[in-house]
């Protein structure tokens, strides 16, 4: 279907100019009442953080997320433009996106005024109405809200003409959605630029007194910590915001892991790469333990960007494995829990007065993880049947050198470890992959002696399980 091209075609096309709070509003109402989901993708805030945003929007309110990194708030604000309409009409060569009703830059009022319904009109898409700031703090006023342009004045153009401005992030999201990010961040100064914008609707710009009633969705994140340990946010300028909503990270471990799942990329090899479900659980225990540990900084936070960035790399941990030993399936295992390091260290603050004590604090939170998980997925009645042949003097070696079909080959040995597999979600199927047999004893033998169960003697990446007796 053809556009209106001209304002006068516009005019009689029927379409009646809204703001973009009132079209946001109108679209979250439709979907809300077919039942659809206003932000997919987004886990474990349904009960919490989405119907305080959902509210926030039908009371067409600005709205500032308050929370630690790596909860979503970036996400969830560009979420929201699925909430705009598809197109809207702007008159053409505007600078801020000037509504062909309600124009408010010289531009468009001059062409309306001159061209009539003969003035022509652009088409702008919903993805192009999304501007976002990091503010810094070397962020300028001129950054935010514009500038005279000093090429339009070495044009011939007289300082006093309002046609000299060069606007900012601000005007240029002019019926849009803008968000700036890390606003403690931002000096008070500039953050004093902002209160016009947000409630009087207009700017001044080197002494141009410009009425420019912008029709803004103003969103703004901060970290609680931020208020006092790099800026605050001016009262003045909280108080001009609807709503504040605080985040939270994932409070169920299967929230978490749902999430993972999703952000997770798996590298590209040529072996075939198969995460087990209890090893995806051990990098969530891993990050639960991370968030309740004293010796993490719980001021920094303790994202689910850092579950994410283990998944990767202990699934390119198993593919080097399998790659170096010839095996074509890769499967996580317990000795390749070594690799997270780096990746667990990139993500999180470590606090201690003593040096070189990193790696036994790591080493110690991948441990009670595996033991967590290993408690919540095999009972104690099949603990007993695997100890059973400990006790009859059995011995295991693990490591990076033992095969998986040396793995596969103590289920024959030891029916016991069968019982374990299917306590851990194996099926009758998964038996015959020995890349997958390998992965569920590695973690089996490793549970049961964080378990105190078994006893473990370790030597360069090697290890050996025995009884206790």
């Not at 170096?324 to 890769?330: C, I, L, N, Q």
């Not at 919540?376 to 009645?381: C, G, L, R, S």
């Amino acid at each position: 279907m053809s556009q209106p091209s001209t304002l006068g075609e516009l005019r009689e096309s029927g379409w009646q100019s809204v703001s973009v709070k009132q079209e946001i509003r109108r679209n979250a109402i439709q979907r809300i009442r077919a039942g659809e989901d206003l932000f997919p993708g987004i886990w474990g805030y349904e009960d919490t953080v989405i119907p305080q945003l959902e509210t926030a929007l039908l009371a067409g309110h600005d709205i500032i997320f308050l929370g630690e990194r790596g909860q979503a708030k970036t996400r969830m604000i560009r979420l929201v433009l699925e909430l705009l309409d598809e197109w809207i009409p702007i008159v053409a060569g505007s600078e801020v996106n000037d509504d062909p009703d309600n124009p408010v830059s010289k531009h468009a009022k001059d062409l309306i005024a001159a061209e009539g319904d003969n003035t022509p009109i652009s088409w702008v898409h919903r993805s192009e109405r999304y501007g976002e700031k990091l503010a810094t703090p070397d962020t300028s006023i001129a950054d935010l809200i514009g500038e005279v342009d000093p090429i339009k004045v070495a044009e011939g153009r007289y300082l006093s003409d309002e046609l000299t401005i060069h606007y900012g992030l601000v005007p240029r999201t002019n019926r849009g959605v803008f968000a700036i990010n890390e606003l403690p961040d931002l000096a008070e100064r500039i953050q004093v630029g902002l209160l016009n914008v947000l409630e009087e609707r207009d700017v001044q710009i080197r002494g141009h007194k410009i009425r420019l009633p912008l029709d803004i969705l103003l969103f703004a994140s901060a970290n609680p910590e931020d208020y006092t340990n790099r800026g605050r946010i001016i009262t003045p300028l909280k108080d001009r915001f609807g709503a504040q909503i605080r985040t939270h990270y994932p409070t169920d471990v299967d929230i978490e892991l749902d999430i993972t799942e999703q952000e997770a990329t798996v590298p590209e090899a040529d072996v075939l790469v198969t995460m087990p479900d209890f090893m995806s659980e051990v990098l969530v225990y891993l990050s639960f333990l991370a968030r309740q540990s004293p010796h993490i900084n719980q001021r920094s936070g303790v994202s689910v960007r850092l579950t994410v960035s283990n998944y990767e790399t202990l699934a390119a941990a198993a593919i080097r494995r399998a790659l170096r030993t010839g095996e074509v399936a890769a499967v996580p295992r317990v000795t390749d829990l070594d690799a997270l390091t780096p990746s667990t260290l990139g993500k999180i603050e470590i606090e201690t007065i003593e040096d070189d004590r990193d790696a036994e604090i790591l080493g110690n939170l991948r441990k009670e993880a595996v033991r967590q998980t290993f408690r919540d997925a095999v009972d104690h009645e099949v603990q007993q049947q695997v100890i059973e042949a400990f006790e009859e003097g059995r011995v295991v070696n693990a490591g990076d050198d033992i095969s998986s079909a040396d793995y596969a080959a103590l289920v024959d040995e030891v029916p016991a470890f069968a019982s374990a597999l299917a306590a851990l979600g194996y099926e009758p199927g998964d038996l015959e992959n020995p890349a997958l047999v390998a992965s569920g004893i590695e973690f089996v033998l490793e549970g049961l002696h964080l378990s105190k169960r078994l006893n473990k003697e370790s030597l360069a990446g090697a290890a050996v399980y025995r009884g206790r007796t």
